[in-house]
């Protein structure tokens, strides 16, 4: 097999694009699913904007953790890919669940919206904007819990009222102040974004639509749309906030939070989930003592444990300690029997008594546990250079070729101006000379 990992069966493609391909992939001492994200480096060399990208998510995701965002597990650099290892999520986008279902009770939408709101929230304390929340980028656990992916075109947010410029994200989801290219507040755009999920949820539509972009973003500048009748009050109120035309009087999150109809209780919506302490916080005497244990039966150390949780390194130190604590979670919930279950059976073709002590790394040579994107960069700067370099000879030999052709055009005029023809006339007089010269030796 091409692609190989350390600790990981790598099984079946379950997505491709044009530099990267994502593939299922199994932790072999956890028996967990994860996904693996696997990136071309020449290609991505060649594309600023896919590599912006890349660094932009990969920082996000270092920075964030919280259960209702998608894990980065770890981050492994070959000598032709990048391998990204993060959190499986088995039952899709939210998009398509409200295809397949519909449009959702309010008690359920508010579950989901809940989640949503905690995590950006979430994302907002540590100075992030999404900036691209869509119901493609919400996506739903095995316990259909949400799980917010793409921090790729994620805005860092220096104070409470730092100005972002850069317009970016979908247009049907976009604020107005975004699609007209102003400088805006990242946090208002999410709570926009946000708003429109919420619509989405309950209304099974978008609330802007027209014939083609440029007609939607200019419904979406004007801000006038409608609610169906079904929709209760309290839900009408607190869409009409989010998506407010003025930024000035658009909910904040902390608003959004203290609004009767988010503080429903329900039964039957998803769990509110509470945020553990954050992994890289943890110190050697809060690291679980039976998950430490499994893994120095299975050749790690604890030093080397405690120092990469500390140290936040991504590696596979701390990738299976995360997904050790995660199963021991997942096994606490009651849907958990039936997952496992599940997953055996779907996966009862792949050996499960394998040491990972004797599993030996098949990845390319030179690999190293973190992906260092400064590689990339030098690699294309390097490829700039070149051209820089290659321009700067061969202007340098037109001009050498230029110089030439006048040199040799002013030694052309100089000969000729050297090789001064006879006049017409000095040459009959010589004539007539030498006529004159003959006449008289014969006459002598």
């Known amino acids: 097999m091409e692609h190989q990992l350390k600790n990981y069966f790598v099984c079946e493609t379950i997505g491709e694009g044009a530099f990267a391909k994502v593939k299922i992939a199994r932790h072999i001492l956890s028996n967990t699913k994860v996904a693996v994200k696997i990136i071309d480096k020449k290609a991505y060399a060649q594309n600023s904007d896919s590599l912006n990208r890349l660094q932009i998510e990969l920082n996000a995701l270092k920075l964030i953790d919280h259960p209702n965002i998608v894990k980065l597990y770890e981050t492994v650099n070959t000598k032709k890919y990048f391998y990204i290892v993060t959190e499986y999520v088995a039952n899709g986008e939210l998009l398509t669940y409200i295809n397949e279902n519909g449009k959702m009770s309010e008690r359920k939408a508010r579950g989901f919206f809940k989640q949503i709101v905690d995590a950006i929230e979430h994302c907002h304390q540590l100075g992030v904007a999404h900036r691209d929340i869509k119901l493609e980028n919400l996506l739903l656990d095995a316990n259909n819990n949400i799980k917010i992916i793409d921090f790729g075109l994620a805005g860092e947010m220096k104070t409470d009222n730092w100005l972002c410029k850069t317009a970016c994200g979908s247009p049907s989801y976009s604020a107005p102040e975004v699609i007209q290219g102003k400088r805006y ?260």
């Not at 708003?195 to 802007?208: E, R």
């Not at 500048?221 to 906030?241: A, M, N, T, W, Y």
């Not at 960069?377 to 061969?394: F, L, R, V, Y």
């Not at 002013?410 to 000729?416: F, L, R, W």
Request: charged letters at 30%.
């Open 185 to 444: 507040q990242g946090k208002k755009s999410d709570v926009w974004s946000m708003g429109v999920v919420l619509y989405a949820m309950v209304c099974a539509a978008l609330p802007f639509n027209g014939k083609n972009v440029r007609e939607i973003c200019e419904n979406i500048v004007i801000g006038e749309f409608s609610i169906p009748d079904d929709i209760s009050q309290s839900c009408k109120h607190l869409i009409r906030h989010m998506i407010e035309k003025d930024t000035r009087k658009r909910y904040t999150v902390s608003q959004i939070k203290l609004h009767p109809w988010f503080n429903e209780q329900d039964t039957d919506s998803p769990r509110f989930i509470e945020i553990p302490t954050p992994i890289k916080e943890l110190n050697h005497a809060q690291i679980d003592p039976m998950i430490l244990k499994q893994m120095e039966q299975a050749g790690f150390t604890a030093k080397q444990v405690a120092f990469s949780i500390q140290q936040q390194r991504f590696d596979s130190s701390t990738a299976t300690y995360r997904l050790l604590l995660d199963k021991r979670k997942n096994e606490n919930s009651p849907r958990s029997e039936r997952i496992v279950k599940t997953w055996k059976i779907q996966n009862s073709h792949l050996d499960t008594n394998i040491d990972i002590t004797n599993t030996i790394d098949l990845t390319d040579t030179e690999s190293s546990e973190e992906i260092d994107l400064d590689e990339i960069n030098e690699a294309q700067n390097k490829k700039m250079e070149k051209a820089k370099k290659e321009n700067q000879n061969q202007k340098n030999q037109n001009e050498n070729q230029k110089t030439n052709q006048n040199q040799n055009q002013k030694t052309n005029q100089k000969n000729q101006k050297s090789k001064k023809p006879i006049p017409e006339n000095k040459s009959k007089i010589k004539k007539q000379i030498k006529k004159i010269k003959n006449q008289k030796n014969q006459s002598n």
